[in-house]
């Protein structure tokens, strides 16, 4: 039976029913409208379905206890570290202090969030081993385009114009060819070996004085880490070339090694992914790029720097890459960010990486005899099924998804990295405990068996959803957008 409030606001709709509406009287010989061009103005009413106020809050309130997050289950979704938002780090960012500041006001008068600023840039130039860091770029994918935009106006200003290829491995996000592209630069794939990591002598004939860089991630997307660095490094600078670190996956050696002492350029960092902040899901976000001692100047204005006195100022440079935002990035992420270290430390810091290693690796053992691991040894933060061990049953990466549901978790990420055809890819990230992880096993093992001893309950799945499972490809093509749509 589907209760009323499990209905959708459309299917609420009755004629003529009214939610609370502002007093005429108030707006008289007042036009809502006013200054909007004739030719934008509606000629009749919406067509939005007709409630009362009542039906939308509890439409949208029991909508919103349907909802999954980290706040309420396990969510090991590989690739994007979906790791717990620490609740000190919400009082802080949401201080009087910080929230009123208007966004144009002057520096004299908002030393205390340039200083917050100025300190993180610090703090993420110490642990990335890089020497400076803007923190403008509102998202991680915004900062893959910054940094790529800093090693472009690195060979312009050196006049080498030719320089217009970018070196992707086929195991990277793919948000690198797509950064790649909007900047204008070509992609040219390099291949992985068998053991996942950088073919470098697929590399080696790639290497010419049109290659402006390559573009890494290490661990890369397989939860592997990349051993043949430094002789990559010296391949790509050798032939002119600048290394772009992708810090999707900076959570996994933190506190072990720094990508500036690997022999990178230029990186960005998702603050999401590594420092606590909350996931944006399409906003909001930042995405700090750092560069090399020697790029400073090529960081976008304006730069937050600090003079003598110890005051706070802004800055510009006519040879940088220009500007990528209105004002400072995210404030409210930042102050989160730079929250989360300050509570951790310096030697709690180093504890991250160790510990997303520790439980990847102990879900990976437990579950490798059950779902069919594709390449064998040590992984870092995550790690890569091919499906089950067992695919005589016909159950597919999709399927183990969507049973997973049933048993109140979220689905791990799936068929990504395109690598393999029943990609399974699983993070499970240093903050869950022991318990958290053994009961996710169980329930991976058992939906294994089910797959085994009744198959047909994993292909049909989910059951006890809100939603069962969707003609995905019908959704895809054909979605309904709009009320009209909804009502057939």
């Known amino acids: 039976m589907i209760r009323n409030y499990d209905k959708l606001i459309f299917e609420l709709s009755k004629e ?37 106020e009542f039906d939308v809050v509890r439409h949208y309130t029991n909508l919103s206890n349907k909802n999954f997050g980290v706040d309420t289950g396990f969510y090991p979704l590989g690739s994007c570290t979906m790791k717990y938002n620490p609740r000190i780090n919400e009082e802080i960012a949401a201080h009087p202090a910080f929230t009123q500041l208007h966004p144009e006001a002057p520096a004299e008068c908002t030393q205390g969030a340039l200083e917050v600023y100025y300190n993180l840039a610090a703090s993420l130039a110490e642990v990335s081993g890089l020497s400076a860091f803007t923190l403008n770029p509102y998202a991680g994918a915004h900062g893959e385009l910054t940094g790529l935009m800093i090693m472009r106006q690195y060979h312009i200003q050196r006049g080498d114009l030719k320089r217009t290829k970018v070196i992707v491995p086929d195991s990277a996000h793919g948000t690198n060819p797509a950064s790649a592209a909007v900047c204008g630069l070509q992609i040219v794939e390099v291949k992985s070996t068998a053991n996942g990591t950088v073919d470098v002598e697929d590399l080696k004939p790639l290497l010419d004085d049109t290659v402006a860089g390559i573009m890494m991630t290490n661990p890369n997307t397989l939860g592997i880490f990349e051993t043949e660095i430094p002789e990559i490094s010296r391949l790509v600078h050798e032939c002119g070339g600048l290394l772009y670190y992708d810090g999707a996956n900076l959570n996994a050696v933190l506190g072990k090694c720094r990508p500036g002492d690997m022999g990178f350029d230029i990186m960005h960092i998702n603050l999401h992914k590594t420092f606590s902040t909350p996931h944006g899901g399409g ?43 209105n004002f400072l990035g995210n404030f409210g992420v930042i102050m989160r960010a730079y929250t989360y270290i300050l509570t ?22 437990a579950l490798k005899g059950e779902y069919y691991l594709p390449i064998e040894g040590v992984c870092k933060h995550e790690f890569v099924f091919d499906g089950l061990a ?33 990609s399974i890819m699983i993070e499970p990230t240093e903050t869950e405990s022991k318990e958290t992880l053994d009961e996710f096993i169980a329930v991976m093992k058992k939906v294994a068996q089910e797959a085994i001893e009744n198959p047909e309950v994993v292909k049909s799945a989910p059951h006890s959803t809100p939603v069962r499972r969707l003609d995905e490809t019908t959704a895809a093509r054909f979605p309904k957008t709009t009320y009209r749509q909804m009502k057939g």
């Open 16 to 52: 003529g029913r009214e939610g609370y509406s502002l007093p005429r009287k108030q707006f008289d010989g007042y036009c809502m409208c006013k200054g909007l061009p004739e030719n934008l103005r509606r000629e009749s009413t919406p067509e939005l379905p007709e409630v009362t």
């Open 283 to 325: 906003g909001p976000g930042d995405g700090p790029v750092g560069v090399r001692e020697g790029l400073e100047h090529l960081l976008p204005n304006p730069q937050v720097k600090k003079d003598a006195e110890g005051k706070f100022y802004l800055d510009t440079d006519e040879a940088s890459s220009g500007y990528v935002s």
């Open 344 to 365: 951790l430390g310096r030697e709690n810091v180093k504890m991250v990486g160790p510990l997303a290693v520790l439980n990847a690796n102990y879900v990976k053992e």
């Open 390 to 422: 067992d695919k005589s049953t016909g159950v597919t990466t999709l399927d183990i998804a969507k049973r997973l549901l049933d048993y109140g978790y979220h689905a791990p990420t799936i068929y990504f990295p395109l690598l393999f055809h029943q």
